[in-house]
């Protein structure tokens, strides 16, 4: 089962992978991201990061799909992590029975509004979570299980 | 050998503060605090170091943002980099006035005997 979409502009990392897998009890880490599937380097660090106990897959968004329609339907516990809301809406796009969204972090670009201390977003990715929340799609914006989760609306985006 | 320090939360304070109670003269350890902007400061800092001194950055945990940050940095630039360093290890490297990466090596491998579960190695001396 997909516990979670995740946007991290870092992908994977020590602190927020310990969090999360502990949270969701998760087997399996899958990332959906096509630099990192066609970087030896990134793969590398990408399993430094994952703890012990979790399977780590790395994929390009949409050769991934394959692997998301398969974990949708398993039992193993899943967090699937992207790089971008671009991607993230290429998966909520292709999955409608995904209906959360997280906002992981996303680190400062020209043009980018601080939502909070880890998210920054750009116009485009304003534009893409309005979709998204057209859509229905609950968007949480949480760097992980401790901090209280807040939820993203519209009135959010306009005060960006 | 200067040494910088970097990890998350107060890890690079914590650390000199611990290391400052060994030894007074800690002139040659730079830390970088954790801030949201460290990958920049972190390239900053790179640029500035003197590149005929040699460096040792020293991290918390291999698979943190820190330290896959500082790997990222060690693939356009020459330096040290050790990830998940006792206080044992920082000691022995500070004491012993290390140079190389050879000598480097050699204190990680003999610091991984400093972690200890003491349960266990008091149960095996009582036996």
Not at chain 1, 2 to 8: E, G, K
Not at chain 1, 57 to 80: D, H, R, T, Y
Not at chain 1, 96 to 115: D, E, F, V, W, Y
């Amino acid at each position: 089962m997909i516990r979670q979409v995740s946007v991290d502009d870092r992908l994977l990392h020590g602190q927020v992978a310990f969090y999360w897998t502990s949270y969701y009890n998760l087997d399996t880490i899958l990332v959906l991201n096509d630099e990192a599937a066609n970087d030896e380097f990134t793969k590398m660090i990408l399993g430094l990061a994952k703890p012990r106990e979790v399977r780590l897959q790395i994929a390009e968004v949409e050769a991934g799909f394959e692997i998301v329609q398969k974990q949708l339907e398993s039992p193993e516990n899943v967090l699937i992590i992207v790089g971008s809301l671009f991607d993230a809406n290429q998966v909520l796009e292709h999955f409608h029975q995904l209906k959360t969204l997280n906002l992981g972090g996303l680190r400062m670009r020209p043009n980018g509004k601080i939502l909070n201390e880890r998210t920054a977003l750009t116009s485009e990715d304003i534009a893409i979570c309005r979709r998204l929340l057209e859509r229905k799609i609950t968007i949480t914006v949480r760097h992980s299980p401790e901090v209280t989760e807040s939820l993203l609306n519209e009135n959010g985006l306009k005060q960006l | 050998m200067k040494y910088l320090i970097a990890g998350h939360g107060g890890y690079a304070e914590g650390v000199v503060n611990t290391l400052k109670f060994f030894k007074d003269d800690l002139n040659n350890v730079d830390l970088l605090p954790y801030t949201s902007d460290f990958e920049e400061q972190l390239q900053a800092y790179l640029e500035r170091h003197d590149p005929a001194e040699p460096l040792c950055m020293v991290t918390d945990l291999v698979g943190g943002s820190v330290n896959l940050e500082a790997m990222r940095q060690l693939r356009k630039r020459n330096f040290y980099l050790i990830s998940g360093a006792n206080i044992s290890l920082l000691l022995e490297m500070l004491f012993s006035e290390v140079t190389e990466g050879a000598q480097i090596e050699e204190i990680v491998v003999a610091a991984r005997d400093q972690m200890v579960y003491v349960n266990a190695m008091m149960g095996a001396q009582s036996e």
